[in-house]
């Protein structure tokens, strides 16, 4: 996979920073790593902000593929899965109505634990895997 030649668009929550900085540091190198893309960082207030981050890059200036990172911890309501429903209802109407990739890594943990393990610790880096299906998808499509 060559990113060479592409622009990335990498929409990061600032909410759970902790967890989400760790995400962008494995995007952006897994990105480096497979080429020399262009690549902008967005940051936004939570996860609840992307969609609206994602059509405004879009309508600025159309990426080669949107990675959209972030960290929605379960809580004691259904807020967080409302939240987590509802955000990536909106990011898969815009994939699909734009042909645009937008990478899906917006964890959803029960604790930061979890979203730690999957920042990096024991179960890999979630936005080094979101950076991977960018750059696969935004091959796929530009093919296509």
Partial sequence: MDASGKRFVVIVSRWNELVTSALLSGALDELARHGEPEVEV?????????????????????????????????????HAGNLAAEVGSALMRMQVEKHLPIAWGILTPDSVEQ??????????????????????????????
């Fill in 115 to 144: 979203a730690l393990d999957r920042a990096g610790l024991k179960h890999g880096n979630k936005g080094r895997e979101a950076a991977l299906a960018a750059i696969e998808m935004a091959d796929l499509l530009g093919r296509l």
């Fill in 42 to 78: 967005i940051h936004v207030p939570g996860a609840w902000e992307i969609p609206a981050a994602a059509s405004a890059a879009i309508e600025k200036k159309p990426p080669s593929a949107i990675l959209a990172l972030g960290c929605i911890l379960q809580g004691e309501t259904p």
